[in-house]
């Protein structure tokens, strides 16, 4: 199921909605605009006078009346590694290999054992394999240099990350958002 992209009043992307979501902020006046297609149709209960039956049309994209200004940064999640994953694009930043999930780990690059940090900078994806050889050390240590920078991701990263079924209109307006040198500026949507 598509999730609505919500924006500020300013059109900045704030949060993804469910359709359940989005009834409620439609019942609270609180959708300023509906923008992009409709990608739902709810129905409601059907009205005691009129006999009719209430419809809601879900958009794609909608702007929200709330003044909600995300953050820059992006907490790490402490224990869920699906967003680490899908910044490395599933692929060990060691071995440069791709793997399902079950295969994958959360590597501190600077162990935390030495007072490395649990930190988006500080971590990268790992093939078990490759966290084990690596074990304790750092990259230097170990001689096995990262196949990429590991970087925080700004909100609007955040928001592809997080995104499920990323539809071409929406991908749009986060493109606009994402740093120039964002590497998930190259994600294709997958709903054209
Ligand atoms: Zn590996």
Known sequence: ?????????G??????????????????????????EVV???????????????????????VVSEA???????????????ELYRRDRWTCLYCGGHFERRELSRDH?????????????????????????????????????LLAVPYPPVHAEWMVLTGRDIRGDQMEILRAHLPRSSPLRGIRPRVA
């Open 1 to 9: 199921m598509v999730h609505t992209l919500l924006l500020n009043p």
């Open 11 to 36: 059109t900045r992307p704030i949060a993804w909605a469910s359709w359940q979501e989005l009834v409620v902020l439609h019942c609270r006046g609180l959708i300023h605009q509906s923008l992009g």
């Open 40 to 62: 739902f149709r709810v129905h409601g209960g059907y009205s005691r006078e009129s006999g009719a039956r209430s419809v809601m049309d879900i958009p794609s994209i909608a």
């Open 68 to 82: 909600r200004h995300p953050g820059d940064r992006v907490p790490l999640p402490r224990r869920e590694n699906r």
């Open 109 to 145: 690059v600077h162990p935390l054992s030495r007072g490395g940090e649990d930190r988006w900078e500080n971590v990268a994806t790992a093939c078990r394999r490759c966290n084990r050889i690596k074990g304790g050390r750092t990259p230097e240590e170990a001689r096995m240099p």
